[in-house]
């Protein structure tokens, strides 16, 4: 199992932006898949984006053309850049990792977007 710590969340006024960062405590190189979710009061934990190991990525729709997903192999981690930042992504963004059928989740970081 792989130990991920987030970083990088805060408060921002709409149309900011946020970079998060997610690092893991072994190499990502043979991870399946790495991602961000996020979670706002009251709702369900939702898909924001993912990386696989062949560096294909997806985007839930609400973020698409506004976030972007990378990843720094030689420093196991994964980043999450938001732009163009709106009250609705406020949440608790996670990083997940998925690997020979394993999850694994960081304890999150709080993403404030203020109007």
């Known amino acids: 199992q792989v130990q991920l710590v987030e970083s990088g969340g805060g408060l921002v006024q709409a149309g900011g932006s946020l970079r998060l960062s997610c690092a893991a405590s072994r190499s990502i190189f043979s991870i399946k898949s790495m991602g961000w979710y996020r979670q706002a009061p009251g709702k369900q934990r939702e898909l924001v984006a993912t990386?696989?190991?062949?560096?294909?990525?997806n985007y839930a729709d609400s973020v698409k053309g506004r976030f972007t997903i990378s990843r720094d192999m030689a420093k196991n981690t994964v980043y999450l850049q938001m732009n163009s930042l709106k009250p609705e992504d406020t949440a608790v963004y996670y990083c997940n990792s998925y690997t020979w059928g394993t999850d694994s989740w960081g304890q999150g970081t709080q993403v404030t977007v203020s109007s």
């Open positions: 990386i696989t190991s062949s560096g294909f990525t």
